[in-house]
T-cell receptor, first 113, second 115 residues
Framework: ETGVTQSPTHLIKTRGQQVTLRCSSQSGHNTVSWYQQALGQGPQFIFQYYREEENGRGNFPPRFSGLQFPNYSSELNVNALELDDSALYLC????????????FGPGTRLTVT | AQSVAQPEDQVNVAEGNPLTVKCTYSVSGNPYLFWYVQYPNRGLQFLLKYITGDNLVKGSYGFEAEFNKSQTSFHLKKPSALVSDSALYFCAVRDGPGSASKIIFGSGTRLSIRP
């Protein structure tokens, strides 16, 4: 098991609602990335935070936003939920001196009805 | 733009036989290449990486991967498959060493090892 934790494990929301997902990085890691993994697909990069600033973003609309805190924990916020947002959301932490291999949390399964 | 292709959705191998899971990549600079494994209802686990150096990289659980620059490939291999190797495998590429570099995953290959 990695030292990366995510909460909650599962979540059910209604279309149009807002959701916040949380991630606690592995100790010493200053970079966190968030991914969306739909059933049967590879993880899709949402965005990345490095030392509390967003420094990379994938093809996701602005209603996907995030934060990284001084202790390097992180949040993913999704506004105006749509049915297609139903997926497994993964966070991964890393540190540049390690060659950027990422350590993933177990994920949050979001279901939008 | 960088990309990763895993041409096989599924690979079936008998236990004890060698296995290969294929991956090709496209990146503008020097690639940072990774393999991850995902078990059901779990996050991804890091297996191995290629940054520089020897083209044959050894990783966890007896897996290894061969970097081939001319063919832009990074195939995952194991000399003798175990039933417990059955899982979903992802190849990934990072487009550089900087903190702003991003990692792109392939679509995954389901490896099934039959007893």
């Amino acid at each position: 098991e990695t030292g990366v934790t995510q909460s909650p494990t599962h979540l059910i929301k209604t279309r149009g609602q807002q959701v916040t997902l949380r991630c606690s990085s592995q100790s010493g890691h200053n970079t966190v990335s968030w991914y969306q993994q739909a059933l049967g697909q590879g993880p899709q990069f949402i965005f990345q935070y490095y030392r509390e600033e967003e420094n990379g973003r994938g093809n996701f609309p602005p209603r996907f936003s995030g934060l990284q805190f001084p202790n390097y924990s992180s949040e993913l916020n999704v506004n105006a939920l749509e049915l297609d947002d139903s997926a497994l959301y993964l966070c991964a932490s890393s540190f540049e001196s390690s060659g950027y291999e990422q350590y993933f949390g177990p994920g949050t399964r979001l279901t939008v009805t | 733009a960088q990309s990763v292709a895993q041409p096989e959705d599924q690979v079936n191998v008998a236990e004890g036989n060698p296995l290969t899971v294929k991956c090709t990549y496209s990146v503008s600079g020097n690639p940072y290449l990774f393999w991850y494994v995902q078990y059901p209802n779990r996050g991804l686990q890091f297996l191995l990486k290629y940054i520089t150096g020897d083209n044959l990289v050894k990783g966890s659980y007896g897996f290894e991967a061969e970097f081939n620059k001319s063919q832009t490939s990074f195939h995952l291999k194991k000399p003798s498959a175990l039933v417990s190797d059955s899982a979903l495998y992802f190849c990934a590429v990072r487009d550089g060493p900087g903190s702003a570099s991003k990692i792109i995953f392939g679509s995954g290959t389901r490896l099934s090892i039959r007893p």
